[in-house]
């Protein structure tokens, strides 16, 4: 078994901002024989790996990304293992939360709720612990994560180490103590009782309200920001978006970038925005916000590719 190694690939099309330059290689495997088929091609060679998911959390530079891009959008598929008391699917990392979210749905179990209202893939749900502002259970992916698998280089070869949830420091929108590595599956599991009733209309209800309130329709990375943790000095906290839209950003355009007229702490893509854009976006949103109100605004975006020279 084969896997193509692609020259010169452009990487916007494979990003929810539609952003990002060239990658010097790229590979789109369908299972893990071309994973480890492809990594033992960057090892020959002495070229570096980059990991790319379903890209809705990721700002890739214009002038691209070194070495190999491996993406896992076209590694998917979801396995039932579920038993008399759990629901329990097992899945590639590419595979859609929204996928997964249908499974959950059709047993009328909250995670489907949870799921509802995430872009992007599982394994980047895992990285980030992913989660929702609401005030649900589940709203993170802590929750429904029973265990993953990551592939690590070990004794000379790629292979799968499987890691436990309570192997996993997991934290608001972090997970650690699986690095380095690239996860490759995720099981998933929530008791099959008691039921959520009503969940169907929850979730049609819910994805109803994202849509009016978020710029679901322009191509964007989800939400830019962390909301500020809790501070118990300042119960009154506000949330990134609130924050954003207080200090008078609602609206505003940098180049192709604009910070989300019906939701500040969406930047979206107007139209042929470049990568330098939506970060000078992002930079004036946390100066201003600092400046006002004394708060630090944390990004939830991982930059991706080269960037030496323009930040």
Not at 113 to 123: N, T
Not at 162 to 179: L, T
Not at 184 to 200: R, Y
Request: hydrophobic residues 35%.
């Amino acid at each position: 078994m084969s896997v193509e190694i692609l020259e010169k690939t452009n990487l916007a099309p494979y990003t929810s901002w539609k952003i990002g330059g060239d990658a010097d290689f790229f590979c789109l495997p369908k299972n893990i024989d071309e994973i480890k088929k492809a990594l033992d091609w960057s090892l020959k060679k002495s070229i570096p790996i980059t990991y790319l998911g379903g890209g809705s959390n990721v700002l890739i530079s214009d002038k691209g990304v070194r070495g190999l891009v491996i993406c896992f959008k076209n590694f998917t598929g979801i396995e039932d293992e579920s038993d008399e008391s759990h629901l329990r699917i097992r899945c590639k990392a590419g595979t859609l939360k929204m996928k997964a979210m249908r499974r959950f749905l059709k047993e009328d179990l909250a995670p489907s709720l949870f799921l509802s209202g995430l872009p992007g893939d599982l394994a980047g749900g895992v990285v980030m612990n992913a989660g929702v502002s609401e005030t649900i259970t589940p709203k993170e992916f802590v929750e429904i994560v029973e265990s993953f698998k990551v592939l690590v280089f070990e004794g000379g070869a790629f292979v799968e180490k499987n890691y436990k949830n309570s192997d996993i420091e997991w934290s608001y929108r972090k997970s650690k103590g699986w690095e380095p590595g690239a996860i490759t599956e995720v099981v998933l599991s929530w008791p099959l009782d008691p039921k959520l009733e009503n969940v169907k209309e929850l979730v049609k209800e819910a994805q109803e309200l994202r849509a009016s309130k978020q710029p679901l329709s322009e191509p964007s990375c989800g939400s830019v920001f962390r909301n500020p943790l809790s501070d118990p000095k300042n119960p009154e906290q506000k949330s990134a978006g609130h924050l954003i839209e207080q200090a008078g950003l609602k609206g505003y355009q940098y180049g192709g970038a604009e910070i989300s007229r019906k939701h500040a702490n969406f930047i979206v893509n107007k139209g042929g925005a470049k990568a330098l854009d939506i970060h000078c976006a992002i930079g004036i949103a946390q100066k201003k916000v600092e400046h006002l109100f004394g708060i630090k605004l944390h990004n939830e975006v991982c930059y991706l590719g080269d960037w030496e020279g323009l930040l």
